[in-house]
């Protein structure tokens, strides 16, 4: 008879580089490259719109992050060894790319309501939204801009309670906290 082992843990090391290399890589496929400075469509967005074909948005990647930076204190993301080792460290994302990096941390983390953090490491909305902060991506006007496009696609349904009561409220699903961050997100984008 064979006793089964558990598998090896992944090393911390590894998975936060992994974590870094795939935010690094989400972000450079969003930077807009086109033949002149007064072109604001590249030439794919270009093409796709006279065919009407238009590319369907995709998921950036992300990596779960190391356990133990899930289970510290938020502070501790924002020393800045462990900024420049697992985060932006500064790295400027637009509010619709800090809306989708928070619907990802929220997914790999799990979800939570009445706390922005669960024992475990899951986040509500704002814990999301604290883990990019002290990592370094973005700052607290590309914070303030997001809250104010979750907040718009809110009020657009009727509902004036502030984003984070929203989360918290009994009957709440992660599902619908996804659907609303990630609304937000496409939102931001039509009206940048």
């Given at each position: 008879m064979s006793v089964a082992t558990a598998p090896a843990a992944p090393s911390l090391e590894l998975s936060a580089d992994l974590l870094v290399a795939e935010i690094e890589h989400y972000?450079?496929?969003?930077?807009?490259?086109?033949?002149?400075p007064l072109v604001t469509k590249t030439t794919a967005e270009l093409?796709?719109?006279?065919?009407?074909?238009?590319?369907?948005?995709?998921?950036?990647?992300?990596?779960?992050?190391?356990?133990?930076?899930?289970?510290?204190?938020?502070?501790?993301?924002?020393?800045p060894l462990v900024r420049q080792?697992?985060?932006?460290?500064?790295?400027?994302?637009?509010?619709?790319e800090h809306?989708?990096?928070?619907?990802?941390?929220?997914?790999?983390?799990?979800?939570?309501?009445?706390q922005h953090r669960s024992r475990s490491g899951r986040?509500?909305?704002?814990?999301?939204?604290?883990v990019l902060y002290r990592l370094g991506?973005?700052?607290?006007?590309?914070?303030?801009?997001?809250?104010?496009?979750?907040?718009?696609?809110?009020?657009?349904?009727?509902i004036r309670q502030p984003y984070h009561q929203w989360n918290d409220?009994?009957?709440?699903?992660?599902?619908?906290?996804?659907a609303l961050v990630r609304e937000a997100a496409a939102r931001t984008r039509t009206t940048a």
């Open positions: 972000l450079a496929a969003r930077t807009r490259t086109t033949a002149h093409i796709a719109e006279a065919l009407g074909t238009a590319p369907a948005a995709t998921a950036p990647a992300f990596t779960e992050p190391p356990r133990l930076l899930r289970l510290l204190p938020d502070w501790v993301l924002s020393v080792l697992h985060g932006g460290y500064g790295r400027t994302v637009s509010p619709a809306l989708e990096l928070t619907a990802l941390v929220i997914e790999r983390y799990g979800w939570t309501q009445r986040r509500c909305i704002l814990g999301a939204q604290a991506y973005g700052d607290d006007a590309t914070v303030a801009a997001a809250a104010g496009h979750l907040q718009a696609v809110l009020a657009a349904r009727g409220a009994p009957g709440r699903s992660r599902d619908e906290v996804l």
